[in-house]
């Protein structure tokens, strides 16, 4: 498996033919909407408590290594989402797509740092210990907890 053995959640993508560009692949830009269509189900996956009508974070930063072209024809392509750390108020995600029967060809991996935001008063706000503690056990570890 082409990394994606590291990860405890992926998705399904399934790649329409708007996704792609001229060459006939996808176009890079959609490598950060399938991260994020990734995140979004993450975050309700690993966090219980987590509700997107309460909770909410800025993306800080984002990157993605294109690693191999991803084609409409490949067959079981899926976004990897797994946390990296936790900081006092953000925390990293990480990123794999992958396609093939096991997910054996790695077309690219990412990072995002995100900074939870409070929508009501307009100003970034500590990360909650419960969500610390749900998404710890989802991914069967300890996250660090090094400030970002």
């Given at each position: ?22 060459l ?21 996956t ?8 309460k ?39 990480d990123y ?53």
């Open positions: 498996m082409a990394e994606s053995n590291k990860f405890n959640f992926s998705e399904y993508i399934q790649v329409r033919w708007g996704d792609l560009d001229p006939g692949h996808v176009n890079n830009a959609l490598y950060i909407q399938y991260f994020e269509m990734g995140r979004g189900k993450y975050m309700v690993a966090s219980q408590t987590w509700d997107w009508h909770h909410m974070f800025l993306i800080a930063n984002i990157s993605c290594d294109y690693r191999r072209e991803l084609k409409m024809t490949d067959e079981n392509a899926h976004v990897h989402v797994r946390m990296g750390k936790f900081g006092t108020k953000s925390f990293e995600l794999a797509i992958t396609s093939g029967e096991n997910h054996e060809v790695l077309h690219a991996t990412g990072r995002s740092t995100q900074v939870m935001f409070n929508t009501k008063t307009r100003t970034t706000e500590v990360i909650p210990e419960w969500l610390k503690e749900e998404v710890g056990v989802f991914e069967g570890q300890q996250i660090s907890k090094n400030n970002l």
